[in-house]
């Protein structure tokens, strides 16, 4: 279990590797303290990862909408499991004063969630529709009473392991995983399928059911957050090369990608960059548009 600790000015950010068995499906715990920041709004870019987001200073998520005619808002639960999603979203700055969470690896929902991944993407579900209400306002009450950050880590971990269902993906899966994290290229699912006697339907059928999105698109999205990595804290970039370096055939694909999943473009991103590589100054909003 490793513990890291972020402190920039007034954001306070640390996060670590549950401990067995649970680091095998969750990526990481993490808790994050902010000051006011100087926009209300900020673009966030699709992980390729489903989360568990606690708002802790207040009990409610907005999410909003760009439109025609200005920026609209949808509230819900301050605890949410967001699925994968394949566009960005749109956060409120003020609620990222006081928040927890929880970063799943791929495939790691169906180990403690009997929903199909596929039926959480682009969704942001309320907790206690998954798990209750009281074992929903428990977790949130338990974080609020936590001392310290290690401690509220401690709650998060304990409450994971109380949901633990010990479901593993499927052997198919985990292959394919593997296969697409180890190379830039996506690999032709004829490769895949060869390799585990599956029938292409019948792999994409399982891999969407426990991933959440198709082979394909997932592999798209992997390499797009590959070059958003690659992109994040650079100053001067040859965008050429990092296309070519993160596996697209040319700059004009790489563009049409980064577009298509964050709404921007890749200078758009240099200009609007955070601390965080996939938090993105929402340059269109100001105070008063959604005050």
Same mark, same amino acid.
């Given at each position: 279990?490793?513990? =890291?600790?972020?402190?920039?000015?007034?954001?306070?950010?640390?996060?670590?590797?549950?401990?067995? !068995?649970?680091?095998?499906?969750?990526?990481?715990?993490?808790?994050?303290?902010?000051?006011?920041?100087?926009?209300?709004?900020?673009?966030?870019? !699709?992980?390729?990862?489903?989360?568990?987001?606690?708002?802790?200073?207040?009990?409610? @998520?907005?999410?909003?909408?760009?439109?025609?005619?200005?920026?609209?808002?949808?509230?819900?639960?301050?605890?949410?499991?967001?699925?994968?999603?394949?566009?960005?979203?749109?956060?409120?700055?003020?609620?990222?004063?006081?928040?927890?969470?929880?970063?799943?690896?791929?495939?790691?929902?169906?180990?403690?969630?009997?929903?199909?991944?596929?039926?959480?993407?682009?969704?942001?579900?309320?907790?206690?529709?998954?798990?209750?209400?009281?074992?929903?306002?428990?977790?949130?009450?338990?974080?609020?009473?936590?001392?310290?950050?290690?401690?509220?880590?401690?709650?998060?971990?304990?409450?994971?392991?109380?949901?633990?269902?010990?479901?593993?993906?499927?052997?198919?899966?985990?292959?394919?995983?593997?296969?697409?994290?180890?190379?830039?290229?996506?690999?032709?699912?004829? @490769?895949?399928?060869?390799?585990?006697?599956?029938?292409?339907?019948?792999?994409?059928?399982?891999?969407?059911?426990?991933?959440?999105?198709?082979?394909?698109?997932?592999?798209?999205?992997?390499?797009? =957050?590959?070059?958003?990595?690659?992109?994040?804290?650079?100053?001067?970039?040859?965008?050429?090369?990092?296309?070519?370096?993160?596996?697209?055939?040319? =700059?004009?694909?790489?563009?049409?990608?980064?577009?298509?999943?964050?709404?921007?473009?890749?200078?758009?991103?240099?200009?609007?960059?955070?601390?965080?590589?996939?938090?993105?100054?929402?340059?269109?909003? @100001?105070?008063?548009?959604?005050?």
């Amino acid at each position: 279990m490793s513990l =890291q600790l972020l402190i920039i000015e007034s954001m306070l950010y640390v996060q670590r590797t549950p401990n067995p !068995p649970l680091d095998a499906y969750v990526e990481s715990i993490w808790l994050s303290r902010n000051g006011p920041r100087p926009h209300a709004l900020e673009r966030i870019l !699709p992980i390729g990862r489903a989360q568990l987001i606690v708002n802790l200073a207040e009990d409610e @998520t907005r999410l909003y909408q760009s439109t025609a005619y200005g920026v609209s808002c949808e509230a819900t639960s301050g605890s949410i499991l967001s699925g994968l999603t394949t566009c960005f979203q749109i956060i409120d700055t003020r609620e990222q004063e006081h928040v927890a969470g929880v970063v799943f690896r791929p495939a790691g929902t169906g180990a403690f969630l009997r929903m199909p991944a596929s039926q959480l993407s682009n969704r942001q579900v309320p907790l206690e529709d998954l798990c209750g209400r009281g074992r929903s306002n428990r977790l949130r009450e338990e974080l609020l009473a936590a001392t310290t950050p290690e401690a509220a880590l401690d709650v998060i971990e304990a409450w994971l392991l109380g949901s633990w269902r010990g479901q593993p993906c499927h052997p198919a899966v985990a292959f394919a995983l593997h296969r697409f994290h180890s190379s830039p290229a996506v690999p032709p699912i004829r @490769t895949i399928t060869d390799a585990i006697s599956f029938s292409p339907k019948r792999f994409i059928e399982r891999f969407e059911a426990e991933v959440g999105l198709t082979p394909k698109r997932y592999c798209r999205l992997l390499r797009f =957050q590959r070059a958003v990595a690659t992109a994040h804290g650079t100053g001067s970039l040859d965008w050429t090369q990092l296309a070519l370096d993160c596996g697209y055939f040319d =700059q004009a694909h790489f563009i049409h990608d980064f577009r298509r999943f964050s709404g921007i473009t890749p200078s758009m991103y240099a200009e609007g960059i955070t601390p965080f590589q996939n938090h993105v100054t929402f340059l269109q909003s @100001t105070k008063s548009s959604i005050a």
